[in-house]
């Protein structure tokens, strides 16, 4: 049997760099390193960090003292700010990707643009967005006319780039004016068309990584498109 | 025989008030009155207004003194320049939407981004506006891809909306930003829609208007493809 991958798979380098600032801080013995929900969607990782003492927690009031860690997707502006009136030690590990995203928004939405940002409304990185925007912003996953003289848009980084296309082709229609940010990480699309070309080459594909991974589950469902015998694993 | 009309129909008030302007002029009896190019594409219009004394040229160096009309299509930059330096008198009926259109260009270029105009490049207004950009920018009529950080779009107001939707379509692939401007004018939408919307309760649709007009070409082509037995007559 021959296993061929492609060529780029695994952790991006904003995902590596969380882990190791996180280890990093561990091993300064500090005390406990907490992490705002799980530091990335990947089961193994989390559980092998907390065995090193790295908690993940649902909620900024169950921290009372020691470190934060803000995780690549991202935090939302009213915990960032509980965290700094509470003196807490920060480890913000957010990816600068998302951070553009969140740039982009602000910057759309202080110069009169509705926001429209396209992603999953229940995934954490466009909830940080999102609260970014003090809410005032509107998630789409699916094409949706607007009633607004201008709107701007953004997408969640690991948006799959044929919805960013359908929503946007959708927006166009009725409005005076719409300024689109592509803001879809390259690491994701890279990843999609790599596993998509190979996809077809082989007889079944496996696509791994976390089951509550955004990013991986989108990966899976792009690749299943062209290539039916593909499964979605763990480990 | 049933003869049944549009709603909308006839000259917009940009082109009635650019006839009226240019009649108040000549009324005046302060002489010949020129205007550059044809003042409309309507040459039952044109031949009227001749026989009133108002003379259109190819150009500005045929005018010596007198008053030059820029007409609803809008001027070039050059010649704007040429016929102030000259201390000719000015009657400026350039169409609102136009200006509007040529005013987003030159914010577009001015703030970083490829001007992409959807358009006709060989219509005077296109041409207006291009030169107002120091003919840097890209006119397209089909979907192109664009190597350019930053593309900001707008559109001949006379464009036909699946046009300009196709070609904004096209561009958003692989751009970071893309800033569109819907600059299509509503005079000529509502028209198209309501021929449109006609034309398939009737057994034969007539579109009425000069045959160098490219608004009438385009309700004429538009019309056609719901109702084949449609014909574009000048008078």
Redesign the interface.
Known sequence: MKVLKTKHMGFCFVVKRAVNMVLKEINKNRGVVYTLGPIIHNPQMVKALMEKGIIPVDDVSQVKDGAVVFRTHGIKKEEEKQIKEQGLRIIDTTCPFVKRVRKRAIHLRKNGYKVVIVGDANHPEVKSVLSYLDNDGIVLQAPASIQSKKVGVVSQTTQN?DTF?NV??GL???????????TICESTAIRQKEAVELSVLVDVMFVVGGKNSSNTTKLYNTVRKAQPRTYHIEN
């Open positions: 780039k296309m946007v082709n166009i229609e009725g409005l005076d004016e719409l300024r689109v940010y592509n």
